[in-house]
């Protein structure tokens, strides 16, 4: 009988400590990849076909709700790996379309380009990956469709 209340007491402090190590994966995992990002040359936007024309004219317009653009350094995922990893919004589907953002351009442009950052849970997906996100538009000029 007195094991029971023992368990309670200490369920509280282990979940803390479960937090506190998952903090310390990702700020690591951050660190390690943060040197090989802070120099990248590209940027990507994982999107959707049926905006690419708007893209393709007017650029990648902060969203309205966050008034950001989500960026990340990596090019290389699928569909369903982006969703996971930037912890996309599983209700509007897997994105379809990549967009290339050539960073050179923005700087010679005067667009400061921000630093990569983890990306955390949200919409209920685990995040994971890195993502560099602006508070202005992204100019045409520096965007290419990939896919």
Request: charged share 20%; net charge positive; hydrophobic share 40%.
């Amino acid at each position: 009988m007195t094991r029971l209340p023992v368990r309670r007491a200490l369920a509280p402090l282990l979940l803390l400590a479960a937090l506190a190590c998952s903090v310390e994966v990702a700020n690591a995992a951050f660190s390690r990849s943060s040197l090989a990002t802070r120099g990248a040359e590209t940027l990507y936007h994982y999107g959707f076909s049926t905006a690419a024309d708007d893209i393709a004219k007017q650029g990648l317009r902060p969203g309205i709700s966050s008034g950001k653009v989500f960026t990340t350094p990596r090019g290389d995922l699928s569909p369903l790996q982006a969703q996971i990893d930037l912890a996309l919004p599983p209700n509007r589907g897997l994105p379809d379309a990549l967009f290339e953002i050539d960073v050179p351009t923005l700087r010679r442009m005067g667009i400061d380009v921000p630093a990569s950052t983890p990306v955390y849970r949200n919409y209920n997906m685990p995040g994971g990956g890195l993502e560099n996100v602006f508070d202005v538009r992204i100019p045409p000029e520096a965007i290419r469709r990939v896919r």
